[in-house]
């Protein structure tokens, strides 16, 4: 690696550790150029090579934060044998409420209000933000050649899920649409208990949270797995 490369690279890594640092201290409205580069002593042209302006460093900031968290979860899911499709399942379920503890202010940046000038970072061939999503999709298919039926029937939907199934196709899992109700509720029962606890919504507290989420992750298995693989 060159030096100028290298100085590339250490500058950018202070830039994403000290908008970090503004966001634990003060929440995505204090990611702006002038407060980053309050926050590395410098000048705001001094950034403009890496930054340009707010939607440019929450740009970053995203990407970063997006791959971190995938990271997690697909390691979580990695290290379960392939065969034992429910502990992967269950695996990158409870990394997820791992991760958001662990990373409190960058779980409530990705899954809070999104901010007003974000348009999401789209560079690659999958963006870091559909990075889990792509590994759930994959995830399904696995369950359904397993002979796992989830316990929804094409009766109990109407909607046209055409968009989901693309995307699950694009993912390399073309599935029964009763396969992908499932997951997608099952997702959303795993984030929705996460929306609860990390946000601390009306009577979050009533139960423990870690024994309510496993509890929540219990029955999302119900949902995706059913009774068992079919014969």
């Known amino acids: 690696m060159t030096s100028r490369a290298q100085r590339r690279e250490v500058t950018q890594r202070a830039i994403l550790d000290a908008s970090l640092r503004l966001l634990a201290d003060g929440g995505q409205e204090a990611l702006t150029v002038r407060g980053l580069a309050r926050e590395l002593n410098l000048v705001p042209s001094a950034l403009y090579r890496y930054v340009t302006n707010r939607a440019d460093l929450l740009n970053i900031l995203f990407e970063h934060v997006y791959n971190d ?135 979050y507290d009533i139960v423990d949270p870690a024994a309510y989420f496993a509890l929540i992750e219990a029955a999302s298995e119900k949902l995706l797995f059913g009774d068992g693989p079919v014969a």
Do not use: K
């Open 69 to 203: 968290y995938a990271d997690a979860v697909q390691a979580a899911h990695d290290a379960v044998p392939r065969e034992d499709i429910r502990g992967r399942w269950r695996a990158a379920a409870f990394a997820q409420r791992d991760w958001g503890l662990e990373h409190p202010h960058e779980w409530t940046l990705i899954n809070g209000t999104p901010p007003r000038d974000y348009s999401g970072p789209t560079t690659g061939p999958i963006p870091a933000a559909s990075r889990v999503h792509v590994m759930l999709a994959r995830l399904g298919a696995d369950v359904e050649a397993a002979g796992y039926r989830p316990r929804v029937t094409a009766d109990d939907y109407g909607t046209d899920l055409e968009g989901l199934r693309q995307f699950a196709i694009a993912a390399g899992a073309d599935v029964r649409p009763e396969t992908l109700v499932a997951g997608v509720a099952a997702w959303h029962m795993i984030t929705g208990i996460l929306r609860v606890e990390f946000f601390r919504a009306y009577a």
